[in-house]
């Protein structure tokens, strides 16, 4: 029987190992000669055990520390997924060795709630905490709108996001951000699907939205351009297994007139 995974982190950067073909997790790092600070059970994965550790120590012959945004699309797709599982679990566990009301040194808490520390001294019990942000594609007859952001990558253009306020909806958030960002209205908000999103601790919950009034008018601060698209007109898009790929190659896949298109459904893999 195969052994368990390790996710194993020093800092945000995981230890994996780069072979001939493909890049893979390490073994259990206490036995690759690691300090294991922390360690917790995770999941599973095709039958095996797979935890989150934070490690200290030299990285081991053959094998490195990895920024995980750069392991985006290189590792297996479920794969990275349980590693971004991990990322979060091991942050929640740094981030609440100490009581954040009364100071005072937390503990693990029971046994059947899964992941919490809990305070001895006056009780509070914290979990990791998921920030969920609101990702929209906005269309307009047969075109798509596209933006781009300072922080992306160069010549990269995406869909709209932002974080869920306090007392909002997410469908209300859907429709400020859009304001915000481009200065629209959007009507017929509708539920298209769901993305863990590890950087940091969030939970991306997309939709499709119709264009209803106003012209675009960009909020510098945020975006720094942003366009309507055809199907078969479109700028570098995000990555295939981000939820906003799939919208845009959903979109596509009902507007494109080109049988060829590379984003067409056939050759378009999609997380769900
Ligand atoms: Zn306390």
């Known amino acids: 029987m195969a052994g368990d995974l390790w996710f194993a982190f020093k800092g945000d950067r995981m230890l994996v190992r780069d072979e001939e073909e493909s890049t893979n ?4 790092p206490a036995a690759l000669g690691l300090d294991v600070i922390f360690e917790e059970e995770i999941g ?6 797979c935890f989150a550790a934070e490690v200290e120590g030299v990285e081991p012959e053959g094998s490195a ?3 995980l945004r750069s392991l ?9 997924v349980m590693a971004g ?6 942050a929640w566990n740094v981030m609440h060795r100490f009581c954040g009301r009364c100071g005072t040194q937390t503990g693990r808490g029971l046994e059947t709630e899964r992941f919490s520390r809990v305070c001895p001294r006056c009780g509070a019990l914290y979990f990791p905490r998921l920030n969920p942000a609101a990702i929209v594609l906005v269309y307009r007859a047969d075109e798509v709108l596209l933006a781009r952001a300072p922080q992306f990558p160069k010549g990269m253009y995406s869909t709209i996001a932002g974080f869920v306020e306090p007392g909002e909806t997410v469908e209300q958030t859907v429709a400020r951000e859009v304001r915000e960002e481009v200065g629209i209205e959007v009507k017929n908000i509708n539920y298209f699907g769901s993305q863990p999103w590890p950087f940091p601790n969030s939970l991306m919950v997309a939709f499709t939205a119709e264009w209803a009034a106003g012209e675009l ?3 510098p601060m945020e975006i720094e351009d942003a366009g309507w698209y055809t199907a078969d007109d479109l700028p570098q898009l995000p990555p295939k297994i981000s939820i906003a790929r799939a919208m845009i190659d959903d979109f596509v896949s009902r507007h494109s007139l080109d049988p060829d298109d590379p984003a067409t459904p056939e050759n378009t893999s999609r997380s769900d």
């Open 25 to 28: 997790l390490v073994g259990n």
């Open 44 to 49: 599973v994965l095709d039958g095996r055990i």
């Open 65 to 67: 520390f990895q920024d």
């Open 72 to 80: 985006f699309g290189v590792l297996d797709e479920r794969c990275f």
């Open 85 to 90: 599982r991990a990322i979060q679990v091991i």
């Open 217 to 219: 008018r960009i909020e």
